[in-house]
């Protein structure tokens, strides 16, 4: 019984926790998670808005690689506003407007392509050159949120003589999703074969 006695009283210096600090440690462990949880639950919250703005921004890239590549073709720009740009360019089709491209081994056409924008989409024409109505518009892009689209270099003059432009900048202004104003993406090309116009 001794023997044992002096076991318990060897081991009664033995380190352990109060219950205060067991408590207090909770507590602390308690503040932590709740501060990692609204950290994930706000990150979720904000993800949805993201991805539409990362997929805003894809969309108005494609459209201007499109453009810009149409532009890069083009021979010479017929009518301009900003709202609407008319010009010649080489497209790969059988005819101007028609469906389904051309054989690589065939040399491509020359059209009139008009692009029209509004407050909410731009719109893409093909006709014959030098005819500006007709054909089948096709949305290329909506939820744009200002019409001026388009710019030129050199810029048109009002009274006289126009210079002929041979620079088209494009600026698409898109709605923020996080609603901070807007996103505003722009590309430009000069028309490379506008030494080929009459």
């Known amino acids: 019984m001794s023997r044992l006695r002096r076991r318990l009283a060897a081991g009664g210096g033995e380190g352990g926790f109060t219950l205060v600090e067991l408590l207090v440690a909770s507590a602390m462990g308690v503040i932590l ?3 990692a949880g609204s950290m994930v639950l706000s990150a979720m919250r904000d993800q949805p808005a ?3 703005k990362a997929q805003h921004i894809s969309s108005a890239r494609w459209v ?3 453009l810009t590549r149409e532009i890069r073709n083009g021979v010479a720009v017929d009518r301009e506003t900003p709202e609407s740009v008319s010009f010649r360019t080489y497209v790969r089709r059988t005819a101007c407007g028609a469906e389904g491209t051309l054989p690589s081994n065939s ?3 020359e059209c ?7 407050t909410s989409a731009c719109t893409r024409t093909e006709t014959e ?3 500006f109505e007709g054909g089948t518009p096709t949305t290329i892009f909506s939820g744009i949120e200002s019409s001026n689209v388009f710019s030129y ?3 048109p003059e009002e009274e006289g003589e126009e210079p002929e432009a041979t620079y088209i900048g494009v600026t698409l202004q898109l709605p923020d999703p996080s609603g901070t104003g807007n996103l505003t993406i722009s590309d430009g090309a000069n028309l490379r074969n506008s030494t080929l116009s009459n």
């Open 33 to 35: 998670l709740g501060v």
């Open 107 to 109: 040399p491509a056409i």
């Open 153 to 155: 270099l050199p810029e």
């Open 129 to 131: 050159p030098g005819v």
């Open 50 to 52: 993201l991805s539409k």
């Open 64 to 66: 201007l690689e499109r």
């Open 112 to 118: 009139e392509v008009t692009y029209t924008c509004t």
